[in-house]
């Protein structure tokens, strides 16, 4: 973690591929429009998926969700395949302008790889922490049905 943030969101998976696999994926935006967009996860349409995935890099994924287009957009802060990957993650129609910091730790296991991502936020989202925990997990789920 990086601590920066005191509001922490935490998912955690097992995956019975190789770490680099599982790293991959975050990276390639055919995978993320299957696990993280789409209509395989919830009721959107994917609009454009663009990803400079180095340090410095940045993403932008957009979606249409009941009509209106959502940007999600980062930077990578930090690419150490395959275990450890650090973005920063902001809605960029949010008035705040606020970018929250994700981070994925991936250790490999016996028969695999674990996962823990955790997502870091200003205090001011201490009530998003439950919906954010619920959604990584969700985009994990179907992460790990896909690796399958």
């Known amino acids: 973690m990086t601590n920066k943030l005191p509001v922490h969101a935490v998912a955690t998976a097992l995956f019975s591929v190789p770490p680099e696999r599982v790293f991959d994926a975050f990276l390639n935006t055919e995978m993320v429009g299957q696990f993280m967009f789409g209509p395989q996860l919830r009721e959107e349409e994917i609009v454009s998926l663009t990803n400079s995935p180095w340090e410095g890099g940045s993403f932008s994924y957009i979606v249409r969700r009941q009509g209106q287009e959502i940007n999600?957009?980062?930077?990578?802060?930090?690419?150490?395949?395959?275990?450890?990957?650090?973005?920063?993650?902001?809605?960029?129609?949010?008035?705040?302008?606020?970018?929250?910091?994700?981070?994925?730790?991936?250790?490999?296991?016996?028969?695999?790889?674990?996962?823990?991502?955790?997502?870091?936020?200003?205090?001011?989202?201490?009530?998003?922490?439950?919906?954010?925990?619920?959604?990584?997990?969700?985009?994990?789920?179907?992460?790990?049905?896909?690796l399958q």
């Open 72 to 146: 999600h957009a980062g930077k990578y802060l930090e690419v150490k395949r395959p275990e450890r990957l650090v973005f920063s993650w902001q809605v960029m129609d949010d008035p705040s302008g606020e970018a929250s910091i994700v981070v994925i730790e991936i250790v490999p296991i016996i028969a695999g790889c674990e996962l823990t991502l955790t997502h870091e936020m200003s205090s001011k989202w201490e009530s998003f922490v439950e919906q954010s925990k619920v959604a990584w997990g969700k985009m994990l789920d179907k992460l790990t049905e896909i």
